[in-house]
């Protein structure tokens, strides 16, 4: 699918779609659990049809009553012991929590999924898995992976450098291992997104103890407990539409959490430094974020390694910049959707944007955007930044492979077409 976007002034309010990573790990903590789990103000997308999937192929009922979702649970470790096959889709996230969640069951268990998740290394769970009790098989590195539990508990030790998300399939899983365990990490990135990990299982009456993101001691035979869990809106997602506002108008942005834990937050310490106008207004429980058109934009220098999900949205910022600006963690992106620093130096290219990649660094000279035909790569982040460029462009910009965004923002184009005035 394409989509043409024009130059236009934005101007109104949107709603951010539910955190899809919140929403995902609510989801296995819902399944983990026993009892009824109500997961509120849960948007649907690609990432989160799939966790629901498993929840249900896992011996979850999953009852929709508008946004809420009821997730009724027994346990899987009470489930019938029989082969299982979990396909998760294009999710990273999913993909690396569900290996050590399906390890709780003694009986084989293929994790597979499409597109760009085949091509994405699962390999470094495979030693860490062992040493806790499992039998595993990778195909030389990736997906499928057919695991045979249970998860017993222990030491083990990973390398945090590539994704975080491994150590949270980790923490999710061995509080119902029999055995306590001490999970050793190296070199840890996104560490926020641990801290995300570790206060959902708490609310969960899960409990972890983190020593300097080095060192994970977690009990066994922990119980998650049923609860009620309200998901906050996603700054990943609302990333470009907060750049649209100060590009190209004003912008408002509804059901966000200036206190969240998720990352994508430090998109605001971003919009500061590049001197951006923004207003947050509380509204209980979350809060409401506009920005509006700044004359000046600067450029600014930003470390995103902790949130490297941000960058197709910084580079869509640093393009408007008046001079070069410099955004650091470009080794976290080859194993996203795309690898995502050449993609983006190839597509802002095609729109007069002069991006280099020096080491761990991108540099990107702020310049005049134009016309163009563009691809997503396949890849939502950088579909939505190709877009929210466009709204500055000198011509009209063809997109294609629009329909990427349906992994994380389905809404996307709707949201983004009421906010344009042509």
Same mark, same amino acid.
């Given at each position: 699918?394409?989509?043409?976007?024009?130059?236009?002034?934005?101007?109104?309010?949107?709603?951010?779609? $539910?955190?899809?990573?919140?929403?995902?790990?609510?989801? #296995? +903590?819902? =399944? !983990?659990? /026993?009892?009824?789990? @109500?997961?509120? %103000?849960?948007?649907?997308?690609?990432?989160?049809?799939?966790?629901?999937?498993?929840?249900?192929?896992?011996?979850?009922?999953?009852?929709?009553?508008?946004?809420?979702?009821?997730?009724?649970?027994?346990?899987?470790?009470?489930?019938?012991?029989?082969?299982?096959?979990?396909?998760?889709?294009? $999710?990273?996230?999913?993909?690396?929590?569900?290996?050590? #969640? +399906?390890? =709780? !069951?003694? /009986?084989?268990?293929? @994790?597979?999924? %499409?597109?760009?998740?085949?091509?994405?290394?699962?390999?470094?769970?495979?030693?860490?898995?062992?040493?806790?009790?499992?039998?595993?098989?990778?195909?030389?590195?990736?997906?499928?992976?057919?695991?045979?539990?249970?998860?017993?508990?222990?030491?083990?030790?990973?390398?945090?450098?590539?994704? $975080?998300?491994?150590?949270?399939?980790?923490?999710?899983?061995?509080?119902?291992?029999?055995?306590?365990?001490?999970?050793?990490?190296? %070199?840890?990135?996104?560490?926020?997104?641990?801290?995300?990990?570790?206060?959902?299982?708490?609310?969960?009456?899960?409990?972890?103890?983190?020593?300097?993101?080095?060192?994970?001691?977690?009990?066994?035979?922990?119980?998650?407990?049923?609860?009620?869990?309200?998901?906050?809106?996603?700054?990943?997602?609302?990333?470009?539409?907060?750049?649209?506002?100060?590009?190209?108008?004003?912008?408002?942005?509804?059901?966000?959490?200036?206190?969240?834990?998720?990352?994508?937050?430090?998109?605001?310490?971003?919009?500061?430094?590049?001197?951006?106008?923004?207003?947050?207004?509380?509204?209980?429980?979350?809060?409401?974020?506009?920005?509006?058109?700044?004359?000046?934009?600067?450029?600014?220098?930003?470390?995103?390694?902790?949130?490297?999900?941000?960058?197709?949205?910084?580079?869509?910022?640093?393009?408007?910049?008046?001079?070069?600006?410099?955004?650091?963690?470009?080794?976290?992106?080859?194993?996203?959707?795309?690898?995502?620093?050449?993609?983006?130096?190839?597509?802002?290219?095609?729109?007069?944007?002069?991006?280099?990649?020096?080491?761990?660094?991108?540099?990107?000279?702020?310049?005049?955007?134009?016309?163009?035909?563009?691809?997503?790569?396949?890849?939502?982040?950088?579909?939505?930044?190709?877009?929210?460029?466009?709204?500055?462009?000198?011509?009209?910009?063809?997109?294609?492979?629009?329909?990427?965004?349906?992994?994380?923002?389905?809404?996307?184009?709707?949201?983004?077409?009421?906010?344009?005035?042509?």
């Amino acid at each position: 699918m394409t989509k043409s976007v024009c130059a236009s002034e934005v101007s109104g309010t949107s709603i951010a779609p $539910s955190s899809k990573s919140i929403a995902q790990r609510a989801i #296995v +903590a819902a =399944l !983990l659990a /026993s009892g009824t789990s @109500i997961l509120r %103000n849960l948007t649907l997308c690609d990432d989160t049809e799939a966790a629901l999937s498993i929840a249900k192929i896992l011996g979850a009922d999953v009852k929709e009553d508008g946004y809420d979702y009821h997730i009724i649970s027994k346990s899987i470790t009470t489930l019938p012991q029989k082969e299982q096959t979990l396909f998760c889709g294009e $999710s990273g996230l999913l993909t690396r929590m569900i290996i050590p #969640v +399906a390890s =709780l !069951l003694s /009986s084989p268990v293929t @994790i597979t999924g %499409n597109g760009s998740i085949l091509g994405r290394p699962i390999d470094m769970i495979e030693k860490p898995l062992q040493d806790l009790g499992v039998c595993i098989r990778i195909n030389r590195g990736f997906l499928p992976a057919v695991i045979e539990g249970p998860l017993k508990g222990g030491t083990a030790n990973i390398d945090g450098n590539i994704s $975080s998300q491994i150590l949270t399939g980790l923490l999710l899983a061995l509080p119902l291992a029999k055995q306590d365990s001490a999970v050793y990490v190296h %070199n840890l990135k996104s560490k926020p997104y641990i801290d995300l990990t570790i206060d959902l299982l708490q609310s969960f009456g899960i409990v972890v103890e983190n020593k300097n993101y080095e060192i994970f001691r977690i009990n066994g035979n922990q119980q998650y407990r049923a609860i009620s869990y309200n998901i906050e809106g996603d700054w990943s997602a609302a990333s470009c539409l907060l750049v649209a506002g100060v590009i190209a108008g004003e912008v408002t942005i509804n059901n966000l959490d200036t206190n969240s834990l998720q990352a994508d937050k430090a998109i605001l310490d971003a919009l500061q430094l590049a001197n951006t106008n923004v207003c947050i207004r509380q509204n209980k429980p979350f809060c409401s974020v506009t920005t509006t058109y700044s004359n000046y934009l600067k450029p600014f220098e930003f470390d995103a390694n902790e949130c490297p999900d941000l960058f197709p949205a910084l580079v869509v910022l640093a393009s408007n910049c008046n001079g070069i600006s410099k955004i650091h963690g470009t080794k976290r992106l080859p194993h996203k959707e795309s690898n995502r620093a050449l993609a983006l130096q190839q597509e802002f290219g095609k729109l007069g944007i002069t991006i280099a990649v020096n080491d761990d660094t991108m540099l990107i000279t702020g310049g005049t955007i134009t016309g163009g035909k563009v691809s997503s790569h396949n890849d939502h982040r950088i579909a939505m930044a190709l877009a929210t460029a466009a709204l500055k462009s000198t011509g009209k910009v063809i997109i294609s492979g629009a329909e990427s965004v349906n992994k994380s923002y389905p809404q996307f184009w709707n949201d983004l077409q009421s906010l344009t005035k042509q």
